[in-house]
């Protein structure tokens, strides 16, 4: 199980990859990723091609329902930056679960 800082920084890695990505220049978006090994939710904003107010909830706070919702282990999220692990075969095996709007899921599709 990987720990909670390793998951900031993986998780920091990936929206930033994502927040770069041309296609991501209209986009202004919640983020949450629930890391469920941790029982930890993180929330962030995509916005202007940034990630911004990136914080971990404390535990038992309810978390307001974020534009775009990814949860998946610890072990994961880390895979996924280190390229242990591509994230459609993730997502279609159902170790990474993305939750969206349609038009937010068209849009990923691009991004991802």
């Known amino acids: ?7 900031l920084t ?3 890695g990936i929206l930033e990859d994502l927040a770069s990505n041309p296609a991501a220049a209209d986009l202004d978006r919640s983020l949450s990723c629930t ?5 930890q ?3 962030a904003r995509l916005a202007q091609r940034k990630i911004r107010d990136m914080s971990v909830a404390p535990p038992g706070t309810a978390v307001p329902r974020a534009d775009i919702r990814l949860a998946m282990s610890s072990d994961d999220l880390v895979a996924l930056t280190d390229g242990r692990l591509s994230f459609g ?3 279609m095996s159902g170790r990474v679960k993305l ?6 899921l068209m849009k990923l599709r691009k991004l991802l």
């Open 1 to 7: 199980m990987a720990t909670m800082d390793q998951c």
């Open 35 to 39: 890391i469920t090994d941790l029982d």
């Open 10 to 12: 993986a998780l920091e």
């Open 41 to 43: 939710v993180v929330t």
């Open 89 to 91: 075969p993730a997502w």
């Open 99 to 104: 939750e969206a709007g349609l038009r937010d």
